[in-house]
C-alpha cells in the first residue's frame, strides 16, 4: 500500500490538486470578479480588499459582509453572517478525518485554511477512488486561492470596465462548475434521496422569505443529516 492510499501530504499530491483544480477556476473567476467590484463600491482600497480576500477566502462570506457595509463597520453582525454561512465546513472537515488524520501542524491547519467547497468535493472524489493524500486536498484548495486573489485584484481594478448587467450568462459558471463535480461524485440512484432532500430544504426556506445564508445552510444539513443517518442505520442492519 502506498503512502497515497494510507494517508499523509506528499508533493506529487500537491501537484495534482493543483492540475485538478485548474479548470475549476474558470468557472469561479467570475465570482472574483464581483467580489473584487463590490468591494471597491464600497471604498476599500486594493489592499484591504486583498486582505480580506486572502484571509477569509469565501466569496458567499465577502459578499454578505460587503452588503452589510456601513461607516462604521458593523463588525459584530458581518461576523455572525459569516459565522452562520461557513458552519457547512464543519461537517466537510468531518468528512475529510480519513484524508486529514495522519496531517499535523502548519500542513494540517493550511489545508483547512482552503477549504472550499469545490475542493472539498475534488477531495471526496479521490477519496472514493482509494486515495488519501492530504497534499492533494491542500493543492486544489490553494489552486483556487491562488485563482481567487487574481481575480479579486482584477474585479477591483477594473470593475469600471468589467462590469456586466445582473443575470449575465457569466455568472452561471460558478454554479456550472460544482454542478460538473457533481458528475465525480454520483455512485449510483441511492445518491438521489439525500441530494433531493438537500435541494427541497433549501427551496422551502427559499420559498418562506428567508435569503442568503439560509437556503444553502438548510439544504446542507438536511442532505448531510439524512445521508449520515442512512449510512448509520445501513451499518446496523
Known amino acids: 500500500m502506498g503512502l497515497d492510499e494510507r494517508g499523509g501530504f506528499t508533493r506529487q499530491g500537491v501537484r495534482r490538486g493543483m492540475r485538478a483544480a485548474l479548470a475549476l477556476t474558470l468557472g469561479l ?3 472574483g470578479l464581483v467580489v473584487g467590484m463590490t468591494s471597491d463600491g464600497v ?17 458567499t462570506s465577502q459578499l ?12 459584530l453582525a458581518a461576523s455572525l453572517a459569516c459565522l452562520v454561512i461557513n458552519l457547512r465546513l464543519a461537517p466537510m472537515g468531518a468528512a475529510l478525518a480519513p484524508v486529514l488524520d495522519r496531517t499535523r501542524g502548519i500542513r494540517l491547519w493550511g489545508t483547512l485554511m482552503v477549504l472550499v467547497d469545490n475542493s472539498f468535493a475534488l ?12 497534499g492533494y486536498l491542500f493543492g486544489a484548495g490553494f489552486g483556487m486561492w491562488l485563482n481567487w486573489m487574481a481575480m479579486v485584484a482584477i474585479g477591483h481594478v477594473f470593475g469600471t ?5 445582473a443575470g449575465h450568462p ?5 454554479s456550472a462548475a460544482v454542478l460538473a463535480l457533481l458528475v465525480q461524485l ?3 440512484r441511492s445518491e438521489l434521496q439525500p441530494w433531493i432532500l438537500a435541494g427541497a430544504a433549501a427551496v422551502m426556506v427559499q420559498g418562506l422569505g428567508l435569503g442568503a445564508p439560509w437556503p444553502v445552510l438548510a439544504g446542507a444539513f438536511a442532505g448531510a443529516g ?12
Do not use: H
Open 226 to 237: 439524512y445521508g449520515a443517518w442512512r449510512d448509520t442505520r445501513g451499518r446496523r442492519a
Open 43 to 59: 471604498g476599500l482600497s486594493l489592499a484591504e480588499t486583498l486582505l480580506m480576500s486572502g484571509l477569509v477566502f469565501a466569496g
Open 170 to 174: 457569466v455568472f452561471f459558471a460558478s
Open 29 to 31: 473567476s467570475p465570482f
Open 123 to 134: 477531495a471526496i472524489a479521490e477519496l472514493r477512488a482509494g486515495r488519501r493524500d492530504a
Open 161 to 165: 470596465a468589467l462590469r456586466l448587467p
Open 64 to 75: 454578505v459582509a460587503l452588503q452589510l457595509w456601513a461607516d462604521p463597520a458593523p463588525i
Open 186 to 188: 454520483w455512485r449510483g
